[in-house]
């Protein structure tokens, strides 16, 4: 198929739009990509079908006459007070654009489950396929405790956790962000236990990190997540914790097993391959387009 992608192109970093543009054409799909900064151009684009993530211009989303496709990643809703501002501009847009697009794929499951349009379906992120495998150990001094993450913007839960785990661990904890993929896998290799913030995450929604995590053989200690559950069964690649208590209980007990950590990544690894590339989330989407707008 012929896809028009608007999105915020060459990002650099985690660019996800990169992913999905080479998933695509691995697939045998061309696609011609447009920088939402020139969004209103997108009605001239040669294609079967629009592809965007966070664009917001309505009045040019409507000018567009072959079907539209958004694909969400951000989770809508999470009941943290501090983050009440940010879940109305999320909820304000899902309900603009929505009503607008023929098909509305979304990471967050629990957003699609109190969906009454019947135009939403659940779609998690995926791994890199350009960049995954082990990276090399280049930091042999690294602490063995890393988050691959910012704990500013994710509520005052994340900001808790990252809080506890310096306080607890200390100068065995180390968090980094904003690392390019190739750089990232090398930390990840170069760290013992990968850890996941126990906020924002539900049942039906989690980070991306875990496919980042899993695509590079890392070994990561995650929030237990119902539906996660069904994509790494626990020590069949990812382990999973229940409260902070549980979660101290199970990275002592990581700590004092390297070679089983080990081999967690190396199972995470596997599955992801097989499972949880880019490659199989574009797979479905293409499909689900194909029967619901042609």
């Not at 592809?51 to 006459?65: A, G, I, K, T």
Request: neutral net charge; hydrophobic residues 35%; contains cysteine.
């Amino acid at each position: 198929m012929r896809v028009g992608y608007v999105a915020k192109h060459d990002s650099g970093g985690n660019d996800d739009e990169g992913a999905i543009t080479f998933a695509l054409e691995q697939l045998g799909h061309t696609v011609s990509r447009l920088r939402e900064a020139r969004g209103k151009l997108a009605y001239k684009l040669d294609c079967d079908f629009v592809l965007f993530h966070h664009w917001y211009d309505p009045e040019s989303l409507s000018n567009v006459r072959v079907p539209t496709v958004f694909w969400n990643f951000d989770l809508v809703m999470y009941p943290d007070p501090t983050l009440k501002e940010r879940n109305t501009r999320r909820v304000g847009w899902m309900n603009t654009i929505t009503p607008l697009v023929d098909v509305g794929f979304c990471t967050d499951g629990d957003w699609v489950a109190q969906d009454k349009t019947g135009k939403l379906i659940r779609l998690t992120q995926g791994a890199d396929e350009r960049y995954v495998g082990r990276g090399q150990p280049k930091y042999p001094n690294l602490p063995p405790i890393l988050f691959t993450g910012t704990h500013r913007g994710g509520g005052r839960g994340r900001e808790a956790f990252v809080e506890h785990m310096l306080t607890r661990w200390r100068d065995q904890f180390m968090q980094i962000n904003g690392q390019h993929q190739r750089n990232l896998a090398d930390f990840i290799t170069s760290s013992q236990v990968c850890v996941a913030p126990n906020h924002p995450a539900t049942d039906h929604y989690w980070s991306n990190r875990v496919y980042l995590t899993a695509g590079f053989g890392g070994c990561l200690l995650h929030p237990f997540c119902k539906s996660l559950e069904r994509q790494y069964a626990s020590h069949e690649g990812i382990v999973t914790y229940d409260s902070l208590q549980d979660f101290d209980e199970r990275l002592h007990d990581m700590l004092d097993s390297p070679e089983e950590c080990l081999k967690i990544g190396q199972r995470a690894y596997e599955r992801t391959l097989k499972e949880h590339l880019y490659r199989h989330r574009v797979e479905k989407l293409i499909q689900v387009v194909q029967e619901r707008c042609f």
